[in-house]
């Protein structure tokens, strides 16, 4: 789809989501390593032979949420504090609103990453057992935290006395785990993760990770999917440029023209990363400064980065799914395009696409505009210059204007001497 131009749209709906409150600290949830195995108690969710690191102490309700650590001494365990109030992705997105319409009942959303803890309180009963691609195991347990802080922003279940939320609460989670012990992505990884989805009956995929060398098992792997009519849902890069004057590569598979490539945006409505033109943004969504679950026990901690804004995404996507079930995926895709809070000036723009997640009217609007703004702005219109006065007709005019003029006069000077006389005047 071409992103040169942004289309015009009429809708239903009401005003705007307003923005969050001030920015809070972001931290990005990057795939961390593991050290090696150890003996450790068995815990639900905790991958056979890995230790839990245990928390501090225990979940305060009035702190803030600590971003999610790098399990370097074992697994990531519990956080220990608890959103209570809902964090600013949340109110800028506003879930709530569709709520009443959809909760993305009957959709599944495979997340495509470090797997998913099925012991995270907010994704009871959400999270199938699915597959890990690398240890030929399931994908319900997360030994690093961040595919599963990426399912609680997709499906989280209300709980009570925490104000985060998922997008969808009713969507079904299929982890597909694609590192290995010590979180690396190894060789044909995210192909065979893909796959797997692709053939676990997934509607929607989510991929936090990419390449910048793509091959011929990774393109076909996405290519199977889009057939099989999935929504594939990925982040770009944030990774840095190397050095001046050279841009970051842009990543696969968001940079795929038929995959929904998503950055963030920061409370101040600024993007968080750089993409240049060829990483291909469709999308921006929420992902400075948010906050997911733990991968056990009640608490909560920060995340941020590229892979917070697709989740938002990829939620978005699957309320879509839930409550157009005729839509294709091609056509869900042009709809959180279409209905996306467009840049100034309604033109595209290089790390921007077409705007911002617009969770509500990508729900709710009833008639999406096909049209579409030129792609230059709108064009200046020249009127044509008069013709040149034709001197006779001007000489004409202006006698004929003289006459009237002199007849106007006598006939005023002649009603104001027969008045006069009436009256006796005399001059």
Known sequence: MSRSALPSRRRLGGARRWAGAALALAALATVAPVEPARAGPTVPGLVPGERLAPARYAPAPDSAPPPLPQAKDGCVGESPAVAVAAPWPVRRTAPQAVWSLTRGEGVLVAVVDTGVSAAASGLSGAVRRGADVVRQGPGDQDCVGRG?????????????????????????????RIVDGQGRLGPGALAKGIR????????VILVGV???EPDA???????????????????VSDAKPSGAGQRAAPWYPASD????????????????????????????????????????????????????AAAYVAGAAALVRAYHPGLSQAEVRHRLELTAEHPLGGQSQPGVGYGTLDLYEAVAALEIGEERFPAGGPAMITLPEPPPADPAKAVAAAVAAGMVATAAAAYVSAQIVRRGRRRRWRP
Do not use: M, Q
């Open 257 to 308: 023209d038929n995959v929904l490539a998503v950055g963030g945006v920061g409370s101040d409505g600024a993007p968080t990363e750089a993409s240049p033109a060829e990483a291909g943004v469709d999308l921006l969504a929420p992902s400075a400064g948010a906050v997911s679950v733990a991968p056990r026990g009640n608490g909560h901690y920060s995340v941020g980065g590229p892979a917070v």
């Open 148 to 176: 599963t802080a990426l399912a609680g922003i997709v499906a989280a279940r209300p709980v009570t006395g925490s104000g985060f939320v998922g997008v969808a609460p009713a969507a079904e989670v299929l982890p597909v």
């Open 196 to 203: 797997t989805a692709t053939e676990a009956g997934a509607d």
């Open 217 to 235: 098992a990774l393109r076909a792997a996405v290519t199977a999917a889009l057939k099989r009519d999935i929504v594939l849902v990925a982040s």
């Open 210 to 212: 990419g390449t910048d």
